[in-house]
């Protein structure tokens, strides 16, 4: 049986990232993904924040064009306009982005294994020293050895079961389609519809940066069916803000977004969850991409030191309290979200975000570096980690 210092199940970004870092720190990675192909069935609209671009290295040609412009509507079609002085969005090119990473994980010594399902892990024989992992492909079974399993396998995460973590209960869904051929009218935009009948709880977007468009919806799955609130978004609506006449839809993307904030218990002696998987995702906005690079960066730290150790015991500091505290506040808007269903209170929401304390409140949301999980907390964190295990801050492989 082959032997690996860390199995990650998923190739998302969470586990693209978290394998690109663990190889640069000379980590024994294998990381796994159903998928045949990175680039097919992505399911998200790849929107990432300007807090993403400023501190992550993208490789070239893997982000479309700024946007700083965002139109946000009220069921009646109210228009608020946010303007930043920022370039605060860039939509990714998953597809290209995906393979990219791969290719520098692969490049690193990175085992890849691609349609390859994840079927289960037992303890290993000596107790808390790892796992005895199950991967199938092409119905043929395979196990393998490792000190560390990550779960990096999304909302609906099996690796999460497995290891005795926390797992996500509460979600909503997102279905859209990305079309070619909407003519450039002006600057790139983003268009937001808070609308209970058509995006119970969250919103039906248009995202048109001139290469790219998206035309999606979400909410709370008991609460509406996406591929027909898309299918009525896109006869009422989509014609009266885009130019539809050479729409080509090229793609459809979907699937469960968890908002009940980041799990607590994402790591044990075994492993631990990034991503989706440990719900890193925010419960507001439902942005999930930076999240996952920040997670991914820290909980490569904490791996790196467990295998460089040999202690186990090293992953029990991968807590997912510390974050919990963070999103309090995103947590009780989303509250408040749920809670105001009819069309009626939603169009009122919408008169008050147009007042000047409502628009700055907006503008927060939207633009402000502090809407998503801040860098800092993760910083503060590891470095607390850091101190109080080694007493310094030296480099990770000055000890192995
Ligand atoms: C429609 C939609 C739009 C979104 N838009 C945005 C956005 O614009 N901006 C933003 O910040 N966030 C957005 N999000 C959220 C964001 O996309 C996610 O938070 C993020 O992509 C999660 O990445 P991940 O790597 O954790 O999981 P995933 O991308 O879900 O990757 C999980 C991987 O695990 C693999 N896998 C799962 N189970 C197994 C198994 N048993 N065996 C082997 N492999 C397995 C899957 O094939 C997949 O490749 C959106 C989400 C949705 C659904």
Redesign the pocket.
């Known amino acids: 049986m082959k032997h690996y210092d860390v199995t990650i199940?998923?190739?998302?970004?969470?586990?693209?990232?978290l394998s690109k870092t663990l190889c640069d720190n000379d980590v024994r990675v294998l990381l796994?993904?159903?998928?045949q192909d990175?680039s097919k069935?992505?399911?998200?609209?790849?929107?990432?924040?300007r807090k993403?671009f400023e501190d992550f290295q993208f490789p070239a040609g893997t982000l479309g064009p700024p946007i700083s412009h965002i139109s946000l509507y009220s069921p009646a079609l109210r228009k608020i306009e946010l303007e930043s002085s920022f370039e605060e969005f860039r939509?990714?090119r998953?597809g290209a982005l995906?393979n990219s990473f791969l290719q520098d994980c692969l490049e690193g010594g990175v085992d890849f294994r691609c349609a390859?399902?994840?079927?289960g892990a037992a303890e290993y024989k000596n107790q808390g020293r790892g796992s005895i992992v199950t991967?199938e492909r092409n119905g043929v079974k395979e196990t393998v050895e490792t000190s560390v399993l990550v779960g990096?396998?999304?909302?609906?995460?099996?690796?999460a079961k497995d290891l005795g973590l926390d797992q996500n209960r509460h979600w909503i869904?997102?279905?859209?389609e990305v079309a070619t051929g909407v003519p450039a009218t002006g600057s790139p935009e983003i268009h937001c519809f808070l609308n209970n009948r058509l995006a119970p709880g969250y919103l039906a977007w248009i995202?048109s940066d001139g290469e790219e468009t998206?035309i999606?919806v979400?909410g709370y799955p008991s609460r509406f069916d996406p591929r027909s609130a898309l299918k009525v978004f896109k006869q009422e609506i989509v014609p009266q803000i885009i130019e539809t006449g050479k729409l080509k839809i090229v793609e459809k993307?979907?699937?469960?977004?968890?908002v009940g904030g980041v799990l607590k218990r994402i790591g044990n002696r075994r492993g631990l969850l990034?991503?989706?998987?440990?719900g890193?995702?925010?419960p507001l906005?439902?942005?999930?991409?930076?999240?996952?690079l920040r997670l991914?960066k820290f909980a490569a730290e904490i791996i790196t030191r467990r295998i460089c150790e040999d202690d186990p015991d090293r992953l029990l500091d991968f807590s997912g309290s510390m974050f919990r505290k963070k999103f309090a506040t995103r947590l009780m808007m989303r509250l408040a979200l749920n809670t105001a269903r009819g069309q009626v209170a939603l169009e009122a929401g919408c008169a008050l975000l147009g007042t000047v304390p409502g628009l700055r409140l907006a503008k927060k949301i939207f633009f402000e570096r502090a809407s998503?999980p801040d860098i800092d907390l993760i910083g503060d964190f590891s470095q607390k980690v850091v101190s109080k295990n080694i007493g310094d801050s030296s480099p990770l492989m000055e000890n192995r």
């Open positions: 199940i998923g190739a998302g970004l969470a586990g693209l990232f796994v993904d159903r998928k990175l069935s992505i399911h998200t609209t790849g929107i990432f924040v993403t939509v990714g998953m995906y390859t399902a994840y079927r991967l990096a396998d999304g909302a609906c995460s099996n690796v869904v997102g279905y859209e995202s998206h999606g979400g993307r979907g699937g469960k977004i968890p990034v991503g989706d998987a440990a890193a995702v925010s906005t439902a942005g999930g991409l930076d999240p996952c991914s998503f």
